[in-house]
């Protein structure tokens, strides 16, 4: 269920539940006010029952975008509903700072007289140039100061579930369902080389969870602390291409896929193809691959809502 409501029998046969069970489990929801009737109704065994769908005022959804140049907040009802959004901080912001705004914001607008309903879950969406390891907070309680990431500190200060996430991972996400890729189960790395170098592995066409989503940031490691200075790019090919070949020693990878604009620097697909040919030979091929603008936002809020019904931190 998602944004329509669905009859007692759809939901049935979409989770393949008995109609005991399913019953028991909806008078649950329905008490609980997780799910709520619609005015629409259905026939079912010669009887009327209307329509259920989730509450959209059961909770909000608050989504943290991060940015160099600045960050944003996003707020959503449980029907992902876009409720307010609002610019938290302009250009790069400390963890602490960025806590406090967060922190002002979901205050300010829980505590409306129109608004009664609480957090459900927060997410962290950071953009290409951010690294989550950059807004670390100087977290204090009556016995200790810490420092902790602002995922921690957040679910410390809310006690809901908080997902951190990079937007290029849905783009990546979308260009391989667009070329019709891990639909035959192939094993497969992709690096993304924009502002930050960005990896996810696919292991018979099902992405692999990382430490923090879907997608691991090994910048460091690709552009050796320099990723500043001119002449990077050369030397970038020729570490990516260590990245690769120390990727296959891992996984039994039948492609690899490259994207960003960094890619498109001349010289740059053959350097990386030269060098993996000189480390190793027997290799899988290497090729590039175009990601579309997608609306990370309304995806990961989806993601979001699931971790609150879960409980998933």
């Known amino acids: 269920m998602s944004n329509d409501s669905l009859s007692r029998i759809e939901i049935a046969h979409h989770t393949g539940l008995s109609p005991s069970t399913l019953t028991t489990l909806i008078s649950e929801l329905l008490e609980e006010n997780i799910l709520i009737e619609t005015g629409r109704e259905t026939f079912t065994g010669g009887r009327r029952r209307k329509e259920l769908t989730i509450n959209p005022d059961h909770g909000v959804i608050v989504i943290v975008e991060v940015g160099r140049q600045g960050s944003s907040i996003h707020f959503f009802d449980m029907l992902l509903q876009k409720c307010e959004e609002k610019k938290l901080v302009s250009g790069g912001a400390s963890g602490n700072r960025l806590l406090s705004a967060i922190t002002t914001s979901v205050s300010s607008f829980i505590d409306r007289e129109d608004n009664s309903r609480n957090i459900s879950g927060v997410g962290l969406l950071f953009q290409e140039d951010m690294q989550d390891e950059e807004i670390n907070v100087m977290f204090s309680t009556s016995l200790s100061t810490d420092v902790i990431s602002l995922k921690d500190a957040l679910h410390s200060q809310f006690h809901v579930p908080v997902l951190e996430e990079y937007s290029i991972a ?78 296959c020693s891992m996984f039994s990878l039948e492609e690899v896929l490259l994207s960003g604009n960094k890619i498109h620097s001349s010289g740059f697909i053959r350097t990386v193809d030269d060098s993996l040919d000189v480390m190793m030979p027997d290799r899988p091929p290497i090729r590039h691959i175009k990601l579309p603008h997608v609306e990370s936002i309304d995806l990961f809020t989806e993601k979001i809502r699931k971790a609150s019904f879960l409980g998933i931190t």
């Open 170 to 247: 849905y783009s990546i996400v979308e260009a391989l369902a667009a070329e019709s890729i891990c639909s035959d189960e192939k094993n497969r790395a992709h690096i993304s080389i924009a502002g930050d170098v960005l990896a996810s592995v696919y292991v018979d066409g099902k992405v692999l969870p990382m430490k923090n989503g879907e997608t691991i940031n090994l910048t460091d490691i690709a552009y050796d602390f320099d990723k500043d200075l001119p002449s990077v790019v050369p030397g970038l090919a020729q570490r990516v291409a260590s990245l690769i070949a120390l990727l």
